[in-house]
């Protein structure tokens, strides 16, 4: 009875696979103020798919790398000294190696990259508006409906407090989340800057413009960029202040607006001066650079912070026990009971994806998941670079994606992203998507579209 039940269900969605991208698009838009129900949405998404496209994914080389990924660490996990937390720890990896595989075979052109991109900006605006409210109006509530559908819970002036948090735990989880979501929104906005330029260069007048090309999405673009970015500057984050700064030179560069990447070094250089430069030359740079920037960045805000909260004497932890067992690690979630023993002080992770991994479940383990990330970002390099039949258009939004990546990794390089059950999936989402492209990208039938 169960089982034809199941079936019922697993045919309704089977027959509605046209549906399934639109699906995981609406589960996008929701995830930042109901993450149960984006879950679950793209949990059924990723069933379908599988349902759909289990001979396509399983055929995939790196679908198998990420198989015997999942192994390694299922083996890791059973050699750790807590195996009940290590066990546990495997639901923030391998859900999302699933998720990952299902998702790259969903997602195939260029036209779904912007339609995620869109939901995700869009999503990104109330998310941000109560970011704000909480730091300058002094928000603060705790709204549940229906259990934890949605459970909302803003804490009054931010946390840690005077940092900008919104619906997320920490400022810094926040400014990972803003981060990529301002990248993404950067290049839409250049995408839509060109389309009204060039309209407008015609001599069309504003009237008789088409609508979707229309100023209109342009606005919207300004204004949530501007958004995102001021949200990111108030989490306070080292981090997401140097990422947001590294993707606009990169779209800088990748435009050839060489007068705006010598502005935007300028600046970098002066708040970097005023931060870290010899105290005479400090001194002038500090009369024009708020002390908001260059005392955060050496940390002249928070004179008195404890060594063992400091990034360097984690990192220097995790690499010990990393070399202490080097073939199977620790077991997952392992570092924050042995930094805990160890400093007598309360932290989770060392504030670096990669070491945590070398340190909880062993370097082979390690090595092959950046071996993973190394082989998306090539791949995506290469079609970026060879392929002749790319538009300017698809080319951005490609670009794009693949700057998302780098801010991605560089964030963890720094921090733990995958604690976040948001922040994991969106992660996961965009190596799929540009996984998806490659995959899906076929150059002849571009050239027939073009001679056509």
């Known amino acids: 009875m169960l089982g034809a039940s199941l079936n019922k269900v697993f ?66 996990a059973g050699f750790a000294q807590d195996k009940t937390a290590a066990f546990l720890g495997l639901f923030n990896l391998l859900p999302f190696f699933l998720l990952f595989a299902a998702h790259s075979a969903l997602i195939q052109t260029f036209a779904q990259l ?36 949605f459970s909302w819970t803003i804490r009054p002036g931010g946390n840690p407090p005077g940092r900008i948090a919104s619906l997320f735990l920490h400022a810094n989880t926040f400014a990972a989340y803003l981060t990529i979501v301002f990248i993404l929104a950067l290049g839409l906005w250049l995408e839509q800057w060109r389309l009204v330029i060039g309209y407008w260069g015609l001599g069309i007048s504003k009237n008789s413009l088409p609508s979707p090309h229309s100023p209109v999405p342009l606005l919207f673009l300004t204004v949530a960029v501007i958004a995102n970015f001021i949200a990111l500057i108030f989490t306070n984050s080292r ?11 990169a779209y800088a560069l990748y435009q050839g607006w060489r007068v705006l990447v010598g502005g935007v070094a300028a600046i970098v250089s002066s708040v970097l001066l005023a931060a870290f430069a010899p ?5 002038i740079f500090r009369r024009v650079v708020p002390a908001f920037f260059w005392a955060r960045l050496n940390d002249d805000m928070y004179p008195d912070r404890p060594v063992a909260l400091m990034r360097k004497t984690q990192w220097e932890f995790a690499w010990s026990l990393a070399q202490q ?10 570092f924050g009971t042995l930094y805990t023993a160890k400093m007598q002080i309360a932290l989770g992770h060392p504030h ?13 383990s390690a090595f092959l998941f950046c071996g993973l990330l190394a082989w998306i970002l090539i791949t995506g390099v290469q079609l970026l670079r060879k392929s002749k039949y790319l538009n300017a258009g698809d080319r951005l939004i490609f670009f794009s994606y693949l700057l998302t990546l780098v801010g991605w990794v560089l964030l963890n390089t720094v921090d733990v992203t995958l ?12 190596l799929a998507a540009i996984c998806g492209v490659v995959n899906g990208y076929k150059p002849k039938d571009k050239l027939a579209s073009h001679q056509n």
Request: net charge positive; glycine share 8%; hydrophobic share 55%.
């Open 11 to 76: 045919d309704y969605f089977k027959s509605r696979w046209q549906s399934a991208w639109n699906y995981s698009l609406w589960a996008l838009l929701i995830f930042p103020l109901s993450p149960l129900v984006g879950a679950v949405t793209v949990g059924f998404v990723s069933l379908i798919t599988w349902l759909k496209q289990s001979r396509k994914i399983n055929r995939r080389p790196l679908n198998w790398g990420f198989a015997l990924l999942s192994v390694l660490m299922i083996v890791s």
């Open 114 to 149: 912007r339609q995620m991109a869109w939901v995700l900006v869009i999503g990104s605006m109330p998310v941000v508006i109560l970011g704000l409210g909480q730091l300058f109006l002094g928000w603060s509530f705790k709204f549940q409906f229906v259990w934890v559908v």
């Open 239 to 249: 981090n997401g202040w140097a990422i947001a700064i590294f993707a606009c030179l």
């Open 279 to 283: 105290s005479p030359v400090a001194q």
């Open 325 to 334: 067992h080097p073939w199977t690690g620790w077991g997952l979630r392992s």
């Open 352 to 364: 670096n994806l990669f070491l945590m991994l070398s340190a909880e479940t062993g370097f082979p």
């Open 419 to 430: 604690f976040d059950f948001r922040l994991n999936a969106l992660s996961w989402l965009i």
